[in-house]
């Protein structure tokens, strides 16, 4: 087990619909879209309280992660990428518990 917790950001339709709105846009399905979506690291967490805190710290790079994998001009992106949009965009799941099974060091590139 690793000293990490894990959160992954499914999207939802408001993200899609940025997508289609794009100058070349990408027409492709929520389940297109979360066929391979990333799983983010984050610190552990004992409670709810404590996770809520640790994704208001990390929701700002999640979001513009998501956005960059699939679009690179920033000044296409939504202006507000704050909590409260991040959710109305992203469906959240959590796991407090993360196992490495690999015999490999971890690296971080």
């Known amino acids: ?11 939802k ?3 899609r ?13 929520l389940e297109e879209i979360n066929e391979d979506c990333s ?3 984050i ?6 309280k404590e996770r809520d805190k640790i994704l208001k710290k990390f ?14 001009r920033e ?3 939504p202006q507000k990428r704050d909590l409260r949009t991040f959710k109305k965009w992203f469906d959240l799941r959590f796991h407090s518990i993360v196992e ?3 015999d490999e060091v971890l690296v971080d590139e």
């Open 1 to 11: 087990m690793v000293n990490r917790s894990l959160v992954v950001a499914l999207a």
């Open 13 to 15: 339709e408001p993200f």
């Open 17 to 29: 619909e940025w997508l289609q709105s794009l100058p070349d846009p990408t027409d492709v399905s």
């Open 39 to 41: 799983a983010y690291l």
């Open 43 to 48: 610190p552990e967490y004992e409670d709810d």
């Open 59 to 72: 929701c700002v790079l999640i979001f513009e992660d998501q956005l960059e994998g699939w679009w690179t």
């Open 75 to 77: 000044e296409d992106w």
């Open 100 to 102: 490495d099974l690999v």
